[in-house]
């Protein structure tokens, strides 16, 4: 039996950072008729940032929270965890799409993770947070001058940066794999995913927000002047209503023009034992991205367990299943469980506790935008294709500003006043996807027409490779 078959024998498929005693009880359900001075759509991280910005702002505002099932049960309990200052899915990210105000928006990172981190210590939220910083490496001696520029980049606009050869970089984080990297130290690290979200609900309703959980939006229109929204055994009427829902994509039919649910997959070991962590280093406990085409990325959790995730799917029903009975099976994660073992080879004796998939929102940006819907009083943020975790604070921050038409210098900026491109409708989509998420699995291995393929999608605009 092969390592990865081996190794996923008896695992769990659930979320690791769900699997958790510390889960705080569910708030009731919306049942009934009422009103609010906003309607916030989603429990999630963009939610619930939002909701505590919005009392925060003005402690007066009538602030009401649906979720459609239990908070962080959605996506923002299933990443992988590692977070960092930047707001437009990395620098690289960000020189590519918005090159004029890639000034702006670094300064408008760091005050944004200063942000969080000023939350975490006003209601003392205990998210496991660790500050050991993210790394980025090169998979091969090919993708050095990559990781190269990676570490120019972060320098030129002020970053606390090193770059390590192979040496250094394998002091770091012992795998025979990384021949070079980025090591980008201030202000990112990793957190407990689920105790963030949980910690953000308990502010939340500090705060006073009335906090509805297992409350279905059903439907949102405009009535007599106000909004409405019907849920499953109620109905709330408020001026401004902001939709959180992210890859999930509800709350007006066309937001799915611009917005792919893609799944990615994580599985985590067992916690390792003080012999196999000395096998590994990784004394620091950065966040790691490599550079393989299908992306990969790793970071440790407090209890000395290594989360590996990155391996992307798509399904033709879109995003509205939060759990697909066919992620609950072990073949999706076999390729995920070899790629783990052609990293870390010297522990060939673990095993892993739990597998699973959540929901990323893919436009051709890669990073958050805004849409706006009934004359501006209802703005969807979102479209976080990964380092989600921080920028959703500043995605509810912009907004709420969209949505309260506040006189915000960053409004005037790029990213705020325009969207990223339409892409495929279905069944187009759905071809489009796997043709690519195949060439992107097979790409290092077998190269020919991937490559070209690959190079084809990154310039209509997904810079999956």
Not at 56 to 75: H, S
Not at 355 to 373: D, N
Request: proline share 5%; hydrophobic share 40%.
């Amino acid at each position: 039996m092969t390592f990865a078959a081996t190794s996923l024998k008896d695992v769990t498929f659930f979320p690791f950072w769900l699997d958790n005693p510390d889960a705080p009880p569910v708030e009731p359900q919306l049942i009934g008729r009422t009103s609010a001075d906003l309607v916030i759509v989603g429990g999630g991280f963009t939610g619930l940032w939002a909701a505590i910005q919005a009392k925060e702002a003005d402690p007066g505002r009538d602030v009401v929270l649906i979720e459609a099932g239990k908070v962080a049960y959605g996506a923002s309990g299933r990443p992988g965890g590692i977070v960092s200052t930047s707001i437009m899915h990395g620098l690289h990210n960000a020189a590519r799409l918005f090159p004029e105000d890639i000034g702006e928006l670094e300064r408008l990172g760091q005050e944004n993770m200063q942000g969080l981190l000023g939350t975490l210590d006003l209601f003392g939220i205990d998210a496991h947070n660790t500050w050991g910083g993210e790394l980025t490496v090169a998979v091969g001696d090919d993708q050095v001058e990559n990781v190269r520029a990676e570490y120019e980049l972060h320098a030129e606009h002020g970053h606390d940066v090193e770059f390590l050869d192979r040496d250094q970089v394998q002091a770091q984080v012992n795998s025979p794999l990384y021949a070079a990297g980025c090591w980008n130290r201030k202000l990112s690290g990793t957190v407990h995913p689920a105790r963030l979200v949980w910690g953000l609900k308990r502010a939340a309703l500090e705060l006073g927000v009335r906090l509805h959980e297992f409350t279905p939006m059903e439907s949102l229109e405009r009535v007599n002047g106000a909004m409405e929204i019907k849920t499953h055994d109620g109905l709330v009427r408020a001026p401004k209503v902001l939709l959180c829902t992210n890859a999930f994509a509800a709350g007006h039919r066309k937001i799915k023009q611009r917005v792919a649910g893609i799944r990615d997959r994580i599985i985590a070991t067992e916690p390792l034992s003080g012999e196999q962590l000395a096998r590994i280093g990784w004394n620091s406990r950065q966040g790691v991205y490599d550079t393989r085409t299908q992306l990969n990325y790793t970071r440790m959790t407090k209890d000395n367990r290594i989360i590996f995730g990155g391996r992307l799917t798509y399904y033709h029903d879109g995003t509205n299943n939060t759990d697909p009975a066919a992620e609950r099976v072990v073949d999706p994660y076999l390729r995920l469980a070899e790629a783990f073992h052609e990293t870390f080879p010297q522990l060939d004796d673990i095993r892993f506790s739990h597998a699973w998939s959540g929901p990323i929102a893919l436009t051709t940006r890669m990073a958050v935008h805004f849409q706006e819907y009934h004359q501006g009083d209802v703005i969807w943020a979102g479209g976080y294709s990964g380092f989600g975790i921080s920028t959703s604070r500043f995605g509810a921050r912009v907004g709420l500003a969209k949505l309260d038409r506040a006189d915000l210098p960053e409004l005037k900026l790029d990213f705020a006043t325009t969207m990223p491109n339409r892409i495929l409708p279905e069944p187009f989509r759905w071809i489009g996807s796997k043709i690519t998420l195949y060439a992107l699995d097979t790409a290092d291995e077998k190269g020919g027409w991937r490559r070209p393929w690959l190079k084809l999608v990154d310039a209509m605009g997904f810079p999956l490779s």
